[in-house]
């Protein structure tokens, strides 16, 4: 038996950005995608900066965009929560050990700025969110059960279904 020489191809090295096999000598390709790479982070610092300019901007509604969020994590929690269930919870149980839907500070009933209650109904489940009485930007009331719509009441009452819808 005669020994067999194997010629073994030598792999060529993966570019450093986008993985693509490239020759040693191939600097265009290189120089190529560390101008993409330069680009991208120029976009995300420039989008970075634009959602801090944003954030201050808008700072003044802060407590209530949080609100509207809170009640939409609410609204998921519930889903959550009656598939596995078959019933809906109240902000001790989404927030509990075993569900974990919520955060802590929502399962407690306050969070930035507003104070939630979840009323279990024997049709599904209202959520109030009222604002405290010293947190700043926080002026709206808010209302919503389990159809997802969100009413809003400017007069420093706790909003019902009657008030106007929240676009």
């Known amino acids: 038996m005669g020994s067999r020489i194997m010629r073994v191809q030598p792999t060529r090295p993966r570019c450093r950005t ?22 991208s982070g120029i976009l995300v610092a420039c989008f970075c900066a634009l959602l801090l300019l944003a954030c201050r901007i808008t700072d003044k509604g802060n407590a209530e965009t949080w609100a509207i969020g809170s009640i939409v994590a609410v609204h998921a929690a519930e889903d959550r929560f009656h598939s596995l269930s078959g019933r809906y919870g109240t902000l001790g149980e989404l927030g509990s050990a075993e569900g974990n839907f919520i955060g802590r500070d929502l399962a407690e009933g306050s969070s930035h ?17 009222n604002p405290y009485p010293w947190a700043e930007g926080a002026r709206r009331s808010f209302y919503s059960d389990e159809t997802r719509v969100i009413w ?16």
Do not use: E, P
Request: net charge positive.
């Open 152 to 167: 809003q009441n400017w007069s420093g009452q706790s909003a019902s279904s009657r008030d106007k819808r929240l676009r």
């Open 18 to 39: 986008c993985a693509a096999r490239i020759l040693l000598t191939d600097m265009r390709h290189d120089q190529a995608c560390d101008r993409v790479r330069t680009r």
């Open 113 to 129: 700025g507003y104070y939630f209650v979840v009323s279990v109904t024997k049709a599904g489940y209202v959520v109030h969110a």
